[in-house]
């Protein structure tokens, strides 16, 4: 039987394939000021801001490709049952090939109703209008769990994190809670690792080999030493 690999994702694994984060410039994403389109508030005060905001996102990631951080941890499903938590919005581990993905903050390519938060549909094309609607007839609004709202998806990746043989954490600094609480969660003894270029204060985790290393060149570190793992057990 393969060992479970759970795997959390955040935005350094996409950055390399040209997407960024607020992260990067100090509470601005895209020159986008955070509060200004990411909040529920946000979309009170100023609706057609943030469906532009939303459309320019999924009009950037039709023209990008996942990158060798991706494709490596597709290639990990050849030796282990890997399932990948994700902080990121995109669909670039799907499209890499992995068959697992928990999106945690939503997911781009869908919008949901404002009336009733479990009417998700899959978006045609990339742009949302203010007068597309639900079945009910309420405004349709992007799928993505804003600051200030609840993560629906924690209780689950929670129970996920719990069976992990393995356990992987890149290209994210552990900073976006509730996200950054699940290694928390982990099986004492199991081994974690995690790859980032930061400097992190991660010294309180046990079991932990840190790769500091940006997603690609770290994934593809990682990946050898996994692959010995996978031989071993054979």
């Known amino acids: 039987m393969k060992k479970r690999l759970?795997?959390?994702?955040g935005a350094g694994v996409s950055a390399e394939s040209g997407i960024k984060t607020f992260r990067d410039s100090g509470g601005l994403w895209e020159e986008y000021d955070i509060m200004e389109v990411a909040t529920p508030q946000a979309w009170n005060r100023n609706m057609d801001l943030v469906l532009e905001f939303y459309?320019?996102?999924?009009k950037q990631l039709m023209e990008v490709q996942p990158n060798a951080a991706h494709f490596a941890l597709?290639?990990?499903e050849k030796y282990f049952d890997v399932h990948i938590i994700t902080q990121n919005v995109d669909d670039l581990h799907e499209r890499a090939g992995s068959t697992k993905v928990m999106h945690l903050h939503g997911e781009l390519k869908k919008v949901r109703s404002t009336a009733d938060p479990d009417l998700v549909y899959k978006l045609n094309g990339w742009e949302l209008k203010k007068g597309d609607t639900c079945e009910l007839g309420s405004q349709l609004?992007?799928?993505i769990v804003w600051f200030g709202e609840e993560v629906?998806?924690?209780p689950a990746a929670a129970e996920l994190t719990k069976t992990a043989d393995i356990f992987l954490i890149v290209?994210?600094?552990l900073n976006v809670y509730p996200a950054a609480s699940l290694v928390g969660y982990v099986k004492r003894g199991t081994p974690i690792?995690?790859?980032d270029p930061g400097h992190l204060a991660v010294s309180h985790i046990p079991n932990l080999t840190f790769i500091k290393e940006k997603a690609s060149?770290?994934?593809e570190r990682l990946k050898e030493i996994l692959l010995k793992l996978a031989d071993k057990n054979q």
């Open 171 to 173: 290209g994210t600094s």
């Open 217 to 219: 060149v770290g994934m």
């Open 55 to 58: 459309n320019q996102r999924r």
């Open 141 to 143: 609004r992007p799928h």
């Open 152 to 154: 629906p998806m924690i």
């Open 6 to 9: 759970v795997v959390l994702s």
């Open 193 to 195: 690792y995690l790859i």
């Open 74 to 76: 597709a290639e990990l």
